[in-house]
């Protein structure tokens, strides 16, 4: 683009060191719901990896000395900072992000804020292990310490939210970090590097390198100086961050996709269990990696299920996410937006019935949104099960309902994909709840609702949906590294 184009848009910068550094060349971040290009994000590679290296590996002594209760005051600090700021968080994160302002209000900005003070308070109430050996004279404790400077890699469906659930408990074990957001949603992150020095954040401790993963993703994971990598996002890049990282030995946490199901039992309570599944399916256009997109209804219940799913399905309104009676905004991207439509084609071709939503009800936007990557809520019945819609993440407001006959073959069907990051189960049984919750393989586990977070708890998948947990005890092993320290006297 020319200067005169450029001039109108936002231009970010990398944060290193504690300041703000230009960067050699740009990449063009859209607004999801126009179409139009609206912000350009520096395109950064080894240099600019490597300078945020430095910052945070020279920040490390100072701030991995602090006491937890220093770090902790201005974790709070922080959080307040951006709690202040909420409204014009919620704005740039819709914005760029194409997400319904109310969503951004209510879940993006909320939970960030949440985060850092979260792991403001869990760290100070980690305590390490002591044994004693009395016949040998022997006492023995662990401590933690932090291991140095963390990579922290965030996606694009909840950019702030995500960012923070890492930097937070990496921060507060006193690690330094050098992030990468999504490129595609690099702007609140970019806002929020403006509070680190007023909440009192050392130059160094925080640094933000934006690009693409290709690039600065790449250069990161490859870094010998980055000791662990948390990354959140797609299961083919997670496997290409495991192979880049294997020969330095780093620590990986990996949070990757789901093919989560909904098993709903013929006593299931439906008042409760179809808005809640509605939403499940298309809050934040189903860009969610714990969106239920596989939804398996007791043949009993299943038309009943499937025309009362339906109409609510139909009431969600698309449009202009800035509008707040919007219930479902514009995909990330052009591509991305071809990618979940063509799901939906190869639905049809294999002789799915799709009930609503794509290229059967019409879409209306208003004039300023006619080119923005907008999708209805769509709801497919009849999909076999080794189709490549109940197989592979689709990652869009897109939801198939199947039926089935018994617990024992429910069971199967749902842990019959690579995937295992969540599952939500809807009975009034309380046995078979239990029964059911303990055979299935998915990382979490809900019963009668979906998406309630205790964020004390371990956060993870199983098998293709990553490595690792997240959660206040299970960030704070991530993020520190344990010493057994014995005493003969």
Known sequence: PTMAHSKALLVLENFVGGKFV?????????NPSTGDVYCRVPDS???????????????????SSKSPLERSQILNKLADLIEHDLEAFAQAESKD???????????????????????????LHHVTECTEMPTMGCVHYTSRAPVGVAGLISPWNLPLYLLTWKIAPAIACGNTVVAKPSEMTSVTAWMMCKLLEKAGVPPGVVNIVFGTGAKAGEALVCHPDVPLIS???????A?????RSAPHCKRLSLELGGKNPAIIFDDADLSQCIPTTVRSSFANQGEICLCTSRIFVQRGIYSEFLKRFVAEAKKWKTGNPSDPTIDVGALISKEHLEKVRTYVKKAQAEGARVLCGEGVDPLALPPGNQKGYFMLPTVIAEVKDESCCMQEEIFGPVTCVVAFDTEEEVIRRANGVKYGLAATVWSSNVGRVHRVAHRLQAGLVWTNCWLVRDLNLPFGGMKASGIGREGA?????????VKTITIKH
């Open 22 to 30: 230009p960067c050699s060349s740009y990449i063009d971040s859209y």
């Open 45 to 63: 590679g080894k240099e600019e990896v490597e300078a945020a290296v430095k910052a945070a590996k020279d920040a490390f002594p100072i701030w």
């Open 97 to 123: 992000q194409g997400k319904t302002i109310t969503f951004a209000r209510t879940v993006d900005i909320p939970r960030a804020v949440h985060n850092f003070r979260f792991f403001a308070s869990s760290i």
């Open 231 to 237: 990354f959140t996002g797609s299961t083919l890049t």
């Open 239 to 243: 496997q290409r961050i495991t192979e």
């Open 473 to 481: 005890k299970d960030s704070y092993e991530f993020f520190t590294e």
